[in-house]
Structure formats: C-alpha cells, structure tokens
C-alpha cells in the first residue's frame, strides 16, 4: 500500500515522517494486550517475511520500479525516507507518496490495526 501527503510550499523543503507510537494496534483488543503489528528495524533495511507481523516504509519507490523489496521502520524520530513526488494542482503544490508493507502472523486476530503517522515539512 501506500500513504500520501500534499504540501504546498514557497520554499524547498525536506519532508520527515515520525510517530508517537510505531506499532499497528486493533482498538478492539485490550491496550495490554501484545497481539499488535510492530514495526520493523529503523536502522537496517528488512525484508518483510510472510507469517510473522510486521510493517515498514519501503526504502525503493512505492511503484515498485526502484527497489520496494526492502522497508525499514518508522522512529518517534522524525526522519526522510524514501518517496516519489507529482505535482500538484498548483506549481507550488507537491504530492509526496510512500510505500508501505505489511505482513501478518496467521495467530494475529482479525481487526483493523492502525497508528498514525506525523508529516514534518522543514525548510532547507
């Protein structure tokens, strides 16, 4: 999948993601309960491996075209990882696109797992 950000900017900028808590959670489920999709390392690129739970930012383009079989998780640090851009409706309007990956252990129980991601727009 994928997730998508518009910025629209009068200057260059660099775009960070971060988040408060980087592991999927089912609101179901209680909050101790440890069934959850945590993320992958933040340091070394992975490999997503089928059966187990986990998740990612691809480190190639989210099309698949540069390299998308490799992620690497998100910190509470926010960091540049790797996107693709278009422009927008105006010139100064920038859509920035980051593929993401998910993998699921068989014991997960079904649900919607989610966590939310903050966007940082820093001039440069």
Do not use: F
């Not at 920035?96 to 079904?110: A, N, Q």
């Amino acid at each position: 999948g994928t997730i998508s950000t518009t910025i629209t900017a009068n200057t260059n900028y660099q775009v960070l993601l971060s988040s408060n808590d980087s592991t999927m959670r089912n609101p179901k489920l209680d909050s101790a309960d440890d069934r959850t999709i945590p993320t992958i390392s933040a340091t070394t690129p992975t490999i997503l491996t089928p059966g187990t739970s986990a998740w990612g930012i691809a480190t190639g383009s989210p099309d698949g075209t540069n390299g998308n079989s490799t992620y690497v998780g998100i910190t509470t640090t926010p960091q540049s990882y790797y996107n693709t851009t278009s422009l927008g409706a105006y010139p100064s309007q920038t859509i920035h696109t980051y593929g993401i990956g998910v993998t699921i252990s068989p014991l997960l129980p079904s649900g919607i797992y989610s966590t939310s991601i903050t966007v940082t727009a820093v001039g440069v």
